[in-house]
């Protein structure tokens, strides 16, 4: 090693002293000097004047002048970024203007590829890049916010409008059918993240966000304004390189980076205002008054609707529980960072500050961020580096989505109870007949659910040059996430409302993850046209995890929620680990700029697997064209700029299901006979990779000097194996409380396909006298395909609402997944005569109390004549038939307008939120105004009477096996009991009646709650202004800009529900597009400011 | 230079090439923070350890269907005029029957599963230990099967889950015809009996011999009917094998009924044969919450029950002789009581009477005006069922204004079996304080006292209609009358005995299934008991006009209700739970009406004799 130094040492000072030399063998000198413009005459300052040859330069003055002194017959070069170089000869002159024009040719930058860096036109396989500039006026506070619409084939969703909420992000449809297992793996400055996607169990705070529902983003710990550019990889040949933990597709995040130069500071600061945009239309007062008394008459009820309801014109409107909950937010952010460097060490150092307000009370995300990138280099063959960040986050979560959340019990709150009593406590609602109802505001502001993380990621890397083309880099990566999981229920006991138990859980997290990784890479160029990159590394890491929580009840106040204070005090405790061993290679060969090859392989173990199944071989292999560059492309050089063509195939795996499935676990636990220990599942020792393979075929296009660019994307790709756990019958034991049932075994189960195509077209549409208007395009579509699900013994899928009993999805073979799937209505029963002769549920027994006039009628699927489990069918298709996103940027003199649009066509939503609001069978709980459109049934002979003895009639009776209809005689005292006097007055409605209690399951999944999820929205609406530098340089500040943008500004749909835009669910693994009453995404209205100095 | 990179390189190299063969151990990560299943099983502790578990945790999703299959279907308890199990109107879709059915299962899949691993167990584990282990999972298992068998009829055997799962055969299995489960049963147990201890008496609270023989004797009585006709053979043996439990268990009649369900008496009771032993847990699953469905609000704390507006059926008061419009029927058949209504708050001033010759049971069961209960509220002088806010289950709304509130009950009485006062008391009795949802009461599934029945009812010729069946073997039933404080009887009709059942097994999630046996041979006979039940219940005040308490209003309006159907499952057969859909959908050979003939031969012990050829 001291050998290699003293080498380098005494080479450097050779280099050195050639320098020397040549400067002083120089000779005659002259001064030039000029003018430099744009295509528009405008002074360009900045532009770099260098004399050919050596490193004697200067820079354009602010109005584009600059003077050298150069030798008499020197060559001077201009460039500028953005530009393309202007050389010229200096001889017989000495006043030079230069026009610079911008570049045509995309300039060949570098794209970020996973263990390495390639040259972007060298890239075969399918990525998109985005850069800090296209995401400049986005307002969230995570990376997968910013994707969004933003990247053809990317699909991302919401899962709530909660500050810091989750997203789902699907590169190329669902890869695997486990949702929660198809997240991308994020990648920052070659870390992975860790936790991407969590849900309340996963951090303690159980059902405490209702029923596994409530996820939150491990990605909000990063700092989306420290991000320099992402690289979204999208096709297996891009993303085997990552093997076995690649199969959902790559995201690859660079951070910023220090420049040399002197030091730049830059200040980010925005102010935002959120509102709720929409609100469900649920009945007022005056309406409640009239149905609730309307279904008194019209059911069975034994409980009577109060007495003020009779006549409701003398009500007033009611409170709106809506305007209740929600409140206008404020959000803020601010972000300072500091960047430069010197020849031998860069910098980039930044503090982030985000602080958001939710629209509904109670919820709230914080977060403070630092990060420090530093390189230097130590000596000519060795550079060292870091980066390392560090984020505090605090989310108050509340309980927001799902069936027991805050904005489902506030829809259902009646709207004559007030919000405060006349004291000015919480009001409740009790009364006779029900259970009280707390206030849904007292619970947004009181019951506590909070997570506190700590996350400090850093990198730590060197790199050693051997020799010139040859590198050996060296990483260590460390996560480590702490994390507090608070929940409190407050006792209460308030205006009839009691609840006398406090309760209390917390439970502290903490996870370690590092890697190590060691990657040599080679490149050369032979004989000037041969170029290739060999890449070999190895990979190890490993991951713990350890919880303990302490959980009590009965706590002497709700004031200090500390676990101590209560009784039945509660230990729980857990820990465990992971590991991954990883070997990796990459060969690529490039001939003259026109071909490319490029060959990945990595072979990973996974301790998820047992001994015999460990190993997984992923390969790929891709090649591209450059045709442009063949000299035959030359003739038609100003039409067709770009053409490139890619083709690519590879395998990438999943071995995302948790640790030791190939082996049986328990529990050890007590009961009052002492210590238990549950057998917790059943193993599967074959239990091994998920593998899937995709082709990619590909186009890129530049016309008219790449002023219109267009890149076509096909694809194909199979997932087989796919990681599951089986889903048995009941009657095998594996269904019901996960707490006591034996768990299925997991394993290896079928096949899905999916394909699609993707079209990125970007403009120029305008770009005269500084005006420039420019549009970029997405449009994605993907089919996805169950082909098989050999191995698990289904031949489908359910996905479940709420609760495991109520089945609402379907994925099957042969079919597209997690379809909707329910009984189709027809109509109503419209009259006696009507539900005689059409099929019936024959389970029931016609009567009111039963199958009766203005039920919903059901398709009979299979034709046997009656309704029954076997006409359950599919219903609907919660994914789109295709997702558009649109961005149109007009610039002119500082000012920049921007439209970004985002839309999604043909997805259908289970509107599981109007189930409980059209439900019409209790009078204590308030609807949707839909109601009002149900089936009202009517005498048909209005004059008929009924002595108080009653009369006979012929009363249909239903044989329950058969389904055969026979008449008795029985007496009817109303006309509402007669089935020959009754029938629906508004006929031809799909609405049933209203009936307490519900008796002929109305309720059941069906078309009822399916609508049209298709939404054209309009994301964000921004204006920035760069204020001029004549005004900035007096205030010494390089550069400002202001500026005011809205997102979430409109939605068009035809969707009910509050947001067409629904991710997955997370109760169900199988399950997306349900609306279970989410947190709905706000409207923010946001100023901001960037300045530089 | 040259060779410094090689160098480099090769250190690079042998670094990997360590790391990778290192790596096999690196990669053995299997569950670090519990045993695992395979280091398990190690000693009799652990064996036993695992069968523990069986004596809670699979059963906690059945709490509510003890409740809503035995008791709401029998006519024993009052849940709404709407409720689908109080109408029988209950259909495969209905998420109760779906949740009850797949607790059920649970604790079929773990007994296997444990029984696997039991057999496979050494270890410094004793054969006698792992027999007995492997005999109270065969107990549990059969007595799971007795649930799902009564209440839906032909329903699978699985018999070994692990070669079902591996064959993948699970969403093509068949049903079992009823008479092959109860076979199955049969077998099951007889099976058990061979590996269990016979012990004497239950301080330990496990299942032993008898418990298996007790379960097998009720198994024959309801099996013997099965197919439409009584078998005189089948309820021989059902009678055989009661009355050697009756003789030989050590076990006795416990001589005060209410303390059968009190913990410190009745966890470990001598009449206990087989008891679930559940305890306060903040893990969910091991507590007992069955008592939050019809427990009033404010009893033990409020929002720790909802048991308002539901109440046990003025039918199941009738066979008590008790009539919550008649307070003297009330005090007559309490016993312990108040003297008067009168206006004093507080429970020490009340005069508390006792009734030596009241029928313990009906108190025990049922909480009615002026019940006092000694052991209840302990702290505050004992509880007593009056008007008084503070003191009451009659006021459901804790908080508002007692004066304008109705009695609780929509029938004058709730259900007072397994109650277990407040907090203190449930402190006092089990060390452990209740939370919402969590308590540590017992729970038994076979009594003796059950088997005492058993035995009379297979006395009962075969030969009669089920009405005019009868018996003069009445010992054992007088034994279980007498500790009752009830008269003694000569002979005892069938439709007597079933009232008796109901008297002395309400609230234990049984009574339906006394319906459904006689329902296998006598439809009509079962029909008619049922559609002569009294579901209905009063729509108004109670209190002021037959308790005379001030400030309340208005007179009681009775609505009653009565049947005119009986629950039928998809195939149209009465006195059986439809499938849950579920499945249905998932399995469609589930559809097969009367299921076919189980194929024994993977079932080692099975016997033809036991059953089948009697």
Redesign the interface.
């Known amino acids: 090693m001291e050998r290699f130094q003293k080498n380098c040492f005494l080479k450097s000072l050779l280099l050195i002293f050639a320098l020397v030399m040549f400067s002083a063998s120089a000779f005659a000198q002259k001064s030039v000097t000029g003018k430099v413009v744009d295509e528009h005459g405008e002074g360009l300052p900045g532009v770099n004047v260098v004399e050919k040859g050596t490193t004697n330069g200067t820079i354009t003055d602010i109005d584009g002048i600059y003077h050298l002194n150069v030798k008499d017959d020197a060559s001077i070069i201009f460039s500028f970024i953005g530009y393309d170089d202007v050389e010229l000869a200096t001889a017989g002159g000495t006043t030079f203007n230069v026009t610079m024009k911008e570049s045509t040719q995309e300039i060949d930058e570098v794209v970020v590829v996973g263990y390495g860096t390639m040259k972007k036109s060298d890239v075969s396989g399918s990525s998109i890049t985005m850069k800090a500039e296209d995401m400049e006026g986005f307002v969230g506070s995570g990376v997968d916010q910013v994707l969004q619409g933003k990247a053809a084939g990317v699909q991302v969703t919401a899962n709530s409008g909660q500050p810091g909420g989750g997203m789902n992000v699907s590169i190329r449809g669902n890869g695997t059918l486990s949702l929660k297992n198809s997240q991308p793996l994020y990648v920052v400055d070659g870390v992975p993240i860790q936790n991407v996607s969590q849900t309340g169990h996963e951090v303690g705070l159980g059902d405490a966000l209702g029923n596994g529902n409530g996820t939150f983003s491990g990605l909000s710990n990063l700092n989306p304004d420290d991000i320099e550019s992402m690289e979204i990889l999208k096709d297996a040949s891009a993303t085997a390189i990552y093997g076995s933990r690649a199969a959902n597709g790559v995201v690859l995040i660079t951070t910023k980076k220090g420049k040399k130069g002197k030091a730049n500071f830059n200040y980010i600061g925005t102010y935002g205002i959120a509102t709720q945009p929409t609100k469900l239309e649920l009945m007022n007062l005056q309406e409640f008054a009239r149905y609730n008394v309307a279904l008194y008459q019209e059911s069975t009820s034994s409980s009577q609707p109060q007495e003020s309801y009779y006549d409701y014109t003398i009500l007033g409107k009611g409170v709106d529980w809506q305007d209740a909950i929600y409140r206008t937010a404020n959000m803020q952010t601010h972000q300072l960072s500091a960047s430069g460097g010197t020849d031998n060490v860069r910098y980039y150092i930044s503090a982030g500050y985000y602080d958001q307000e939710g629209t509904m009370y109670g919820s709230d995300y914080k977060r403070f961020s630092t990060r420090v990138n530093l390189d230097a280099n130590l000596t000519p063959w060795l550079k060292v580096g870091t980066n390392t960040s560090f984020a505090k986050s605090e989310d108050n979560l509340g309980l927001t989505n799902s069936v027991d959340g805050v904005l489902s019990q506030a829809y259902r709150m009646l709207p004559d109870v007030p919000v405060y009593t006349i004291d000015g406590d919480y009001s409740a609602d009790s009364r006779e007949g029900a259970a009280s109802k707390p206030n849904p505001l007292w619970k947004a502001k009181n019951e506590e659910n909070k997570l506190k993380r700590y996350d400090l990621v850093s990198n730590l890397w060197s790199e050693i040059k051997f020799m010139e083309g040859l590198t050996l880099r060296t990483e260590y990566s460390t996560d480590y996430l702490w994390s507090n999981a608070y929940h409190f229920e407050p006792s209460a006991n308030y205006d009839g409302y009691v609840n006398n138990n406090n309760s209390i859980r917390w439970q502290s997290n903490n996870s370690l993850y590092w890697e190590i990784k060691n990657y040599i890479t080679y490149t050369k160029t032979f004989f000037d046209v041969h170029n290739i990159t060999a890449m070999f590394g190895q990979e190890t890491s490993k991951s713990t995890w350890e919880y303990l929580a302490a959980e009590s009840s009965a706590l002497e106040s709700n004031d200090i929620h500390s676990p101590q204070l209560g009784s039945n005090q509660t230990i729980g405790s857990g820990f465990g680990s992971g590991s991954r061993v990883s070997l990796f290679g990459r060969f690529f060969y490039n001939y003259d700029g026109k071909y490319n090859l490029t060959y990945t392989y990595r072979r990973d173990a996974s301790s998820n697997f047992g001994p015999q199944n460990r190993w997984g071989n992923f390969h790929s292999v891709s090649a591209s064209w450059n045709a442009h560059k063949e000299e035959f492309f030359k003739s038609i050089e100003n039409i067709v700029s770009t053409a490139r063509l890619r083709i690519g195939w590879g395998q990438v795996g999943n071995d995302n299901i948790g640790s030791y499935k190939w082996g049986a676990s328990g529990k050890a636990d007590f009961n009052d006979l002492g210590a238990t220990y549950q057998i917790t599942n059943i193993p599967n020792e074959f239990i091994s990779w998920e593998t899937q393979e995709s082709w990619n075929l590909g186009f890129d296009f530049g016309f008219k000097r790449d002023r219109f660019n267009l890149i076509l994307d096909f694809y194909n790709k199979t997932s087989k194996d796919m990681l599951m756990e089986m889903q048995l019958p009941t009657y095998m034991g594996t269904q019901g409380n996960k707490s006591q049932i034996l768990n299925a075994p997991s394993g290896n189960f079928g096949e899905i396909n999916n394909k699609g195509i993707e079209i990125t077209i970007n403009t120029v549409n305008i770009d005269k006298k500084g005006l420039k208007w420019t549009t970029d395009l997405s449009f994605s579509r993907n089919i996805n395909k169950l082909k098989s699900l050999s191995g698990s013994g289904n031949s489908s899928f359910y996905g479940h609402g709420q609760w495991d009993a109520d089945v609402v999805s379907i994925t099957k073979e042969g079919e597209a997944l997690y379809q909707f799937f329910g009984y189709n209505v027809i109509g109503v029963y419209e009259s006696m005569d009507d539900l005689v002769n059409s099929p019936r549920d024959i389970s029931l027994s016609v009567g009111r109390d039963g199958l009766w006039v203005g039920d919903l009628k059901y398709e009979d699927v299979d034709k046997d004549g009656k309704i029954d489990e076997n006409d359950m069918t599919v219903i609907g298709n919660p994914f789109p038939k295709f997702t558009c996103g649109l961005t149109n940027t007009v610039t002119y003199k500082g000012f920049e307008f921007s439209l970004f649009i985002t839309s999604s066509y043909g997805n259908d939503v289970l509107n599981y939120n109007a189930i409980d609001l059209t439900a019409m069978n209790s009078l204590w709980q308030n609807q949707l105004k839909d109601v009002e459109d149900r089936a009202i049934l009517k005498p048909i002979d209005e004059s008929k009477v009924y002595p108080a003895e009653g009369i006979t009639v012929q009363y249909p009776v239903q044989n329950k096996e058969t389904g055969d209809i026979t008449y008795i005689d029985k007496t009817v005292s109303n006309w509402y009991d007669d089935p020959t006097n009754i029938q629906v007055a508004n006929k031809g409605g799909k609405m049933p009646r209203a009936i307490t209690g519900d008796p002929a399951n109305n309720q059941r999944i069906s078309s009822r709650y399916i609508e049209d999820g298709s939404y054209i929205k309009i994301k964000t609406l921004s204006l920035a202004y760069n204020i001029p530098q004549m005004y900035t340089k007096k205030l010494k500040l390089d550069a400002v800009k202001v500026y005011a943008s809205v997102s979430n500004l409109y939605t068009f749909s035809k969707y009910k529900g509050l947001d067409p835009e629904i991710g997955t669910s997370a109760t169900s693994d199988y399950v997306i597009g349900l609306d279970n009453g989410r947190y709905p995404a706000p409207r923010i209205v946001t100023f901001g400011l960037n300045v530089s100095f | ?1 040259k060779k ?2 090689i160098k ?2 090769e250190s ?1 190299f042998v ?2 090439m360590l ?2 063969s290192a ?2 151990d ?13 280091d ?1 099983f190690q000693n009799d ?2 064996c ?3 069968v ?2 069986l ?4 059963w ?2 059945y709490l509510r269907g003890y409740l809503n299959i035995g008791d709401i279907l029998s006519g024993n308890y009052f849940m709404g ?2 409720d ?1 199990f109080q ?1 029988m ?1 209950v ?3 209905n ?1 109760a029957i ?2 009850a ?3 059920l ?6 007994a ?3 029984i696997q ?1 039991l057999e496979e167990a050494n270890g410094s584990t004793t054969e006698a230990i792992r027999n007995q282990c492997i005999g109270e999972c065969l107990v549990m298992k059969s007595m799971a099967y007795f649930m799902l068998v009564r209440t839906w009829g032909a ?2 055997i ?1 018999h070994k ?2 070669e ?2 591996a064959s ?4 093509n ?1 068949e049903k079992a015809t009823e008479a092959n489960v109860y076979d199955y049963i049969i077998n099951t147990l007889s099976r058990a009996m061979e590996l269990l201890p016979k012990k004497i008496g239950n301080k330990d ?2 299942i032993d011999y008898y418990s298996a023989e007790g379960l097998l004797a009720k198994v024959y009585l309801q099996a013997a009917g099965v197919g439409g006709t009584l078998k005189q053979s089948v309820l021989d043996k059902a009678k055989e094998h009661a009355q050697n439990v009756i003789e030989n268990s050590g076990r006795t009649l416990y001589p005060d009924y209410p303390d059968i369900f009190r913990y410190t008496t009745g ?1 470990y009771n001598p009449e206990g044969l087989i008891t679930l ?10 507590n007992n919450w069955a008592w939050s469905d019809w427990c009033a ?2 009893f033990v ?4 029950g ?1 048991g308002e ?1 539901r109440g046990v059926t003025l039918d199941l008061q009738k066979i008590f002789n008790v009539d919550p419009t008649d307070v003297n029927s009330i005090y007559a058949s309490a016993y312990s009581y108040m003297k008067d209504a009168s206006k004093v708050r507080k429970v020490a001033d009340y005069a508390i009477q006792n009734n030596s010759n009241a029928d313990t049971r009906r108190q025990t069961t049922m909480i009615m005006y002026g019940d006092y209960y000694p052991l209840w509220w302990r702290n505050q002088g004992g509880f007593l069922a009056t008007e008084d806010n503070a003191y009451n289950i009659c006021n459901g ?4 204004d007692a004066t304008t ?2 009695f609780s009950s929509p029938t004058g009485a709730q259900i007072g079996k397994y109650l277990f006062g407040n ?1 203190e008391d449930h402190f006092a009795e089990t060390g ?2 209740v ?2 949802m ?1 308590a ?1 009461i ?1 729970q038994h599934l076979l009594r003796l006292s059950d088997i005492y029945l058993v035995y009379t009812e297979a006395t009962m010729a075969a030969s009669s209609s089920g009405a005019s069946r009868s018996t003069s073997d009445v010992k054992y039933y007088n034994e279980v009358r007498k500790r009752a404080h009830a008269e003694e009887v000569s002979s005892v009709t069938l439709p007597e005995l079933i009232n008796e059942r109901r008297r002395e097994l309400s609230f234990e999630g049984d009574n339906w299934y006394d319906y459904v046996r006689l329902a296998d041979y006598d439809l009509e006979t079962a029909k008619s008991l049922i559609f002569a039940q009294n579901r209905g219940y009063y ?1 108004s005040d109670l209190l002021k006009s037959v308790y005379g308490v001030e400030g309340k209003t208005g007179t009681p309006v009775l ?1 009653e209700a009565t049947l005119d ?1 009986v629950i ?1 499952d ?3 057969k009465a006195f059986r739970l ?1 499938f ?9 050979n589930l559809n097969a009406k009367d299921g076919v003939e189980y194929d024994f031969s993977g079932v080692d012990y099975y016997n033809p004799d036991l059953f089948k050829n009697l």
């Open positions: 230079m410094h990179v480099i390189a690079a670094a990997a790391t990778l790596c096999e690196f990669l053995d990560r299997p569950t670090e923070d519990s045993f695992t299943v395979s398990y502790e652990q036993l350890s695992a523990n578990t004596y809670a945790s699979p906690n999703d005029a709407d689908s109408t109107t259909n495969s879709a998420p779906t949740q059915s797949a607790s299962w649970d604790v079929i899949a773990h296997n599963t444990t691993y329903v699978p699985i889950t692990d079902i799962v993948g055969s699970s969403f299995l609270g496990r966890a032993h559940w305890k306060v847990s903040k893990r969910w699953t091991i609000a404010i704390g409020t929002g720790y909802w507006w709304y804790a908080g508002s509130t109705v907090k452990d304080y939370d919402k969590q540590g017992h729509s609505n159907k039928t998809d195939n149209g439809p849950p859909q579920t499945d249905v959908a998932a399995n469609p």
